[in-house]
């Protein structure tokens, strides 16, 4: 069983529509990240969290450390965000500062 | 300007041959990584290097050898390219501590082993 479990894996959406893609975690952390890829390949980061709520345009990320949940929201959904959300946990301690990633979650909004 | 960039995007080669990745940032960053996606979009360290140091291995086989030659770059040679090597590579870069975690990818190396 993966450390880092998201769901769910697939998610079609139509346009206008609140989205949630969650993120569970088995292992203690110091900070929590969600990232974005395109079609065309590239991740970009969204947030990093280590606790409460982030806002970010129409997306939101809200992390509970006790229950080791994290949950990503896309208010007002569009076609453009239609891409693969990947969770990824940063182990607590040490300063190696490595990522352990969930199985990301494919999401289409269609028009 | 680019932040991260990877040379070259795109790598379709033979099984048994060498090959090299090269990645540079010029975020000033002090880590650099590499990162591997397999088929089914799943990604995994490789290797992390602090200030041209190796910190993280992730029990990659050792045909696959990271060169730092100074912080903003981090190139991955492959020797004796196997068909279970082909995947998109990431290389990523980020400043350490508890603050400054975010990590910045480049934009992957499709590598093709037939």
């Known amino acids: 069983k993966n450390e880092v479990e998201q769901s769910p894996q697939n998610l079609t959406a139509q346009e206008g529509e609140f989205i949630t893609i969650n993120c569970s975690y088995s292992?203690?952390?110091?900070?929590l990240h969600w990232l974005q890829q395109h079609p065309g390949g590239g991740i970009v980061s969204l947030f990093m969290?280590?606790?409460g709520k982030k806002k970010h345009g129409r997306l939101i990320a809200t992390i509970n450390i006790q229950e080791k949940h994290s949950s990503l929201h896309i208010t007002a959904s569009h076609p453009r965000d239609s891409a693969v959300y990947i969770c990824a946990v940063r182990n607590y301690g040490g300063a190696t500062n490595k990522l352990i990633f969930g199985t990301g979650t494919l999401l289409a909004v269609q028009p | 300007d680019t932040a991260v960039s990877q040379t070259p995007k795109y790598l379709v080669t033979q099984m048994g041959n060498d090959k090299s990745i090269k990645c540079e940032q010029n975020l000033g960053h002090d880590t650099m990584y590499w990162y591997k996606q397999d088929s089914k979009k799943f990604l995994k360290i490789m290797f992390s290097?602090?200030?041209?140091?190796?910190?993280i291995n992730e029990t990659v086989p050792n045909r696959f050898s990271p060169k730092s030659p100074d912080k903003a770059h981090l190139n991955l040679h492959i020797n004796s390219l196997e068909l279970g090597d082909s995947a998109v590579y990431f290389c990523?870069?980020?400043?350490?501590?508890?603050?400054?975690?975010?990590?910045?990818f480049g934009p992957g190396t499709r590598l093709t082993v037939l």
């Open positions: 292992v203690g952390i110091s900070a």
């Open positions: 990523a870069s980020s400043q350490l501590g508890p603050n400054a975690d975010t990590q910045y």
């Open positions: 290097y602090n200030n041209k140091e190796l910190i």
């Open positions: 969290l280590s606790s």
